[in-house]
């Protein structure tokens, strides 16, 4: 396997699957209909699964672990935080404000997770201020 070409294809589904969720989001603030449909219910869940299987399959061909990578336990960590949120902003906020507030702290965790993977710093956007 290519590491060029895993990496390409773990960006690649990162950013599909940011805007999947942007827009699920704003379906499910607007409380639209179109949240409901098969393939919303479905796509995001391959895309993601191929974003998780490209970053482990990155990670063991560079043998980078988490216990030795303070930045990759970073991703982790705004991994785990993200889903909760996300779930959140997608099914489980009462309101349509708590889904909205959810959604952009979804976002910022997200970017906070590109820019500890682009730095390889768990201050991720912040490691060179």
């Known amino acids: 396997m290519d590491y060029s070409l895993i990496k390409q294809l773990h960006i690649t589904a990162a950013a599909l699957s940011l805007a999947l969720f942007s827009l699920r989001a704003w379906w499910s603030v607007r409380e639209s209909p179109r949240r409901r449909q ?10 993601d699964t191929v974003l998780l299987a490209a970053g482990i399959t ?18 982790l960590i705004g ?36 820019g500890a993977a682009m730095n390889h710093h768990p201050l991720s956007w912040l490691a060179g201020v």
């Open 38 to 47: 098969r393939w919303v219910k479905v796509l995001p869940h391959l895309i």
């Open 58 to 75: 990155l990670m063991v061909m560079s043998k980078a672990w988490p216990t030795q990578q303070p930045w990759l336990a970073a991703k």
């Open 79 to 114: 991994l785990v935080a993200y889903i909760v949120v996300g779930t959140l902003a997608i099914k489980r906020g009462r309101t349509a404000t708590l889904r909205a507030v959810a959604s952009l702290v979804a976002i910022v965790i997200f970017l906070y997770i590109v």
